[in-house]
């Protein structure tokens, strides 16, 4: 089955720059779309991005807008997040997903997707 590895957190100062990497294993040809989530501490699990299997649609919470993209290498069998300045509140564990295909009906929402990857924590310094 679709096993997905997230990897490229840390810690990184506010204002500068981090690229996550969100691996597949296990796949079939079959396309697949694919988001990105991320939870704080105390707080509710968060949409933050997503993208089709083609990469000709992305999507993207309000607050992510212009500072996060979203992008993806199929030959690489890799989602990209890439974060520019990001800010304090930007901590959290962030999470990649995908469903097969394309999502049943809100790409925003956890519940549309069938894998998840263990996630991987970024930390906002100021």
């Known amino acids: 089955q679709v096993q997905l590895a997230e990897s490229g957190g840390g810690l990184v100062q506010a204002g500068g720059s981090l690229r996550l990497s969100c691996a597949a294993s296990g796949r079939t040809f079959s396309s697949y779309s694919t988001g990105w989530f991320r939870q704080a501490p105390g707080k509710e699990r968060e949409f933050v991005a997503a993208?089709?299997?083609?990469?000709?649609?992305?999507y993207y919470a309000d607050s992510m807008k212009d500072r996060f993209t979203i992008s993806r290498d199929n030959a690489k069998n890799t989602v990209y997040l890439q974060m520019n300045s990001p800010k304090p509140e930007d901590t959290a564990v962030y999470f990649c997903?995908?469903?097969?295909?394309?999502?049943?009906?809100?790409?925003?929402?956890?519940?549309?997707?069938?894998?998840w990857g263990q996630g991987t924590q970024v930390t906002v310094s100021s």
């Open positions: 997903a995908e469903v097969r295909g394309y999502w049943r009906g809100n790409y925003s929402r956890g519940d549309d997707y069938d894998y």
């Open positions: 993208i089709t299997w083609s990469g000709k649609s992305t």
